[in-house]
């Protein structure tokens, strides 16, 4: 059996990047951008795939890249006119690649992608990729499920307000696009069952040049967050699971030392 059967003009692919590492984007997904007549990109991990193949290459892509990259807060091209550029490009007879940070399923509107598709009557496929709500936290030595401390896990996504989520420290929490909504996402979830001493972790740039963690407690992670002047993209993991990075030796105590008593629950 073949690894890839080549794309037919007039079609569209939805392939998951991966969070932005060129080795963790899929072979499907590979040979996806190297046979493409247009590639239809996104900013996060999309983007950064493309320039590490590129630079591997020494030569840029055979396939016109159209940028519809978005911004925290600034969406220049919007989703419903995403949609109609993959109609247009796949009626003009191409080979679309939509490239999609993480995997198009998992908070990438590639589901809203596939249904506009299929109303136009254009042939759609998906090509998963790994989703950053599970690589990120891996690079910084965090499972999200680990026999005797959690048996669960659940990813949210941080645009949203959070105003409830059940379980304690060994259901564990993974916030995506969390970092505008931090302060708010860990008072509601010190309320529960986990408390405000439950550990948190947020890992900024994951697998980017720029990659750094920060370890607290949801007592503490909006301050220091603030502290370290936290920014987008980033990963937050809550859970007792967060005390097997080795980023957490000693950084618990640290974190509370560092914080105003004001700041603390009572």
Do not use: W
């Amino acid at each position: 059996m073949s690894l890839f059967t080549p794309q037919e003009p007039g079609s569209v692919l939805l392939v998951g990047a991966g969070p932005g590492d060129l080795g963790l984007l899929t072979v499907k997904g590979l040979r996806a951008l190297e046979t493409a007549d247009v590639i239809v990109a996104d900013r996060l991990g999309a983007r950064s795939v493309i320039d590490q193949l590129e630079t591997e290459r020494g030569e840029s892509l055979a396939a016109e890249i159209i940028d519809v990259g978005k911004t925290p807060g600034h969406h220049p091209v919007p989703q419903q006119r995403i949609n109609e550029i993959l109609v247009e490009q796949a009626r003009a007879g191409r080979r679309v690649v939509r490239l999609k940070g993480g995997d198009p399923f998992v908070f990438g509107r590639g589901g809203e992608e596939v249904a506009h598709c299929h109303e136009a009557g254009v042939h759609v496929q998906v090509v998963p990729g790994v989703t950053s709500a599970n690589s990120v936290p891996a690079v910084a030595g965090i499972p999200l499920t680990h026999r005797g401390l959690a048996t669960a896990y659940t990813v949210i996504t941080g645009h949203d307000q959070l105003t409830e989520l059940g379980g304690g420290r060994d259901h564990t929490v993974v916030v995506l696009m969390g970092i505008g909504t931090l302060a708010h996402s860990a008072m509601i979830l010190a309320r529960g069952r986990r408390g405000g001493d439950c550990p948190v972790a947020i890992i900024e740039d994951g697998f980017g040049e720029n990659q750094r963690v920060t370890i607290g407690t949801l007592n503490t992670i909006a301050s220091q967050a603030a502290r370290r002047a936290v920014r987008s993209p980033a990963i937050v993991v809550a859970g007792d699971v967060v005390t097997l990075s080795p980023y957490a030796a000693g950084a618990f105590a640290q974190a509370e030392a560092s914080e105003p008593e004001l700041t603390r629950n009572p």
